[in-house]
C-alpha cells in the first residue's frame, strides 16, 4: 500500500476508448455513502473521511444499523462494511443559484461552497441503496448512482485541489477536439466532474493513483 498497490474491491467499468491523456470509461451503477462539509476541496476533507469511516467501521464497531433500509425489520446490529477503491470528491459551487462524485465544480477556479465525499459500496455485496445498513449519523446519506459514462484522465502525487483543477483543464482541453463525445454541463455550464483517490495518505506521493472524472455523453445524444 505504501508504494501505490490497491487492494481494495474497485467498481466496474468498460473502456470505451483510450486517448492520449485520457480513457472513456463506463461505469455501472453504483452504490455510494455519502457526507457533505463546507470549503474548497482542501478544507474538511478528514472530517469528511472520519464520517464515513465510522459508517463502515473502520475504527472499530460500524457507526449503522444493519440489515436492508427497504425491510421493516433492522436488525438493529452494527454491519462492517469493506473498504473500497476509490474515495470521490465533489465540489459544490454556488454561482448564482446553480450547484454544480466530484459534481461539475467551477473549472475556472471559483472557490467551492461545499463538498461531497463518497464511498463506493461493494458492488459484490450490495446492489442498490435499499440493501445497505442505515446510517446512525444523520450526516452520511446512502444512494444509487445510476450508470453513467465518465471521462477519466490520471494523475499522481497528493490529491489537492489545485492539482485536480489543473488535471480537470487539461482533460477539458482534451475533450473540445472528441469527435464522438461531449461533456455534460449544467445550467450554467460548467462541466459535471469528480475526482478520485486510491491511496491512503501514507503512500508514498509519486506512487499514489488519482483521476479527474468528467460526465460525457455520445455526441449524438446531445
Same mark, same amino acid.
Given at each position: 500500500?505504501?508504494?501505490?498497490?490497491v487492494?481494495e474491491?474497485? /467498481?466496474?467499468y468498460q473502456?470505451?476508448k483510450?486517448? /492520449?491523456?485520457?480513457?472513456?470509461?463506463?461505469?455501472?451503477?453504483?452504490?455510494?455513502?455519502? +457526507?457533505h462539509?463546507?470549503g474548497?476541496?482542501?478544507?474538511g476533507?478528514?472530517?469528511?473521511?472520519?464520517?464515513?469511516?465510522?459508517?463502515?467501521?473502520?475504527?472499530?464497531?460500524?457507526?449503522n444499523?444493519?440489515?436492508?433500509?427497504?425491510?421493516?425489520s433492522?436488525?438493529g446490529? /452494527?454491519?462492517k462494511?469493506?473498504?473500497?477503491? /476509490?474515495?470521490?470528491m465533489?465540489?459544490?459551487?454556488?454561482?448564482?443559484? &446553480?450547484?454544480?462524485?466530484?459534481q461539475?465544480?467551477?473549472?475556472?477556479?471559483?472557490?467551492?461552497a461545499s463538498?461531497?465525499?463518497?464511498?463506493?459500496?461493494?458492488a459484490?455485496? %450490495?446492489? *442498490?441503496? &435499499?440493501? *445497505? $445498513?442505515?446510517? +446512525?449519523?444523520?450526516?452520511?446519506?446512502?444512494?444509487?448512482?445510476?450508470?453513467? +459514462?465518465? &471521462?477519466?484522465?490520471?494523475?499522481?502525487? !497528493?490529491?489537492?485541489?489545485?492539482?485536480?483543477?489543473e488535471n480537470l483543464?487539461?482533460?477539458?482541453?482534451d475533450?473540445?477536439h472528441?469527435?464522438?463525445?461531449?461533456v455534460?454541463?449544467?445550467?450554467t455550464?460548467?462541466?459535471?466532474?469528480?475526482?478520485?483517490? %486510491? !491511496? $491512503?495518505?501514507f503512500?508514498l506521493?509519486?506512487?499514489?493513483? !488519482?483521476?479527474?472524472?468528467?460526465?460525457i455523453v455520445?455526441?449524438?445524444?446531445?
Amino acid at each position: 500500500m505504501v508504494f501505490g498497490r490497491v487492494t481494495e474491491e474497485m /467498481p466496474a467499468y468498460q473502456l470505451l476508448k483510450e486517448a /492520449p491523456g485520457f480513457q472513456v470509461r463506463a461505469y455501472a451503477a453504483l452504490v455510494v455513502a455519502e +457526507t457533505h462539509v463546507s470549503g474548497v476541496m482542501d478544507d474538511g476533507r478528514s472530517d469528511a473521511f472520519k464520517r464515513l469511516a465510522r459508517y463502515i467501521g473502520v475504527f472499530g464497531e460500524a457507526n449503522n444499523r444493519g440489515g436492508h433500509a427497504s425491510s421493516a425489520s433492522l436488525t438493529g446490529e /452494527p454491519e462492517k462494511i469493506a473498504m473500497t477503491a /476509490p474515495v470521490l470528491m465533489r465540489p459544490e459551487v454556488i454561482a448564482m443559484t &446553480a450547484p454544480v462524485l466530484m459534481q461539475a465544480g467551477d473549472a475556472h477556479g471559483a472557490a467551492a461552497a461545499s463538498q461531497t465525499m463518497s464511498f463506493v459500496l461493494p458492488a459484490s455485496k %450490495y446492489k *442498490c441503496a &435499499a440493501e *445497505c $445498513p442505515v446510517p +446512525t449519523d444523520d450526516s452520511v446519506a446512502i444512494k444509487d448512482v445510476s450508470a453513467c +459514462t465518465w &471521462a477519466v484522465r490520471t494523475f499522481s502525487w !497528493n490529491m489537492k485541489d489545485a492539482s485536480c483543477r489543473e488535471n480537470l483543464e487539461l482533460l477539458l482541453g482534451d475533450l473540445q477536439h472528441e469527435k464522438d463525445w461531449v461533456v455534460v454541463t449544467d445550467s450554467t455550464g460548467k462541466p459535471s466532474w469528480r475526482a478520485a483517490g %486510491y !491511496n $491512503p495518505p501514507f503512500a508514498l506521493p509519486w506512487c499514489k493513483t !488519482n483521476e479527474v472524472m468528467v460526465d460525457i455523453v455520445p455526441r449524438s445524444k446531445q
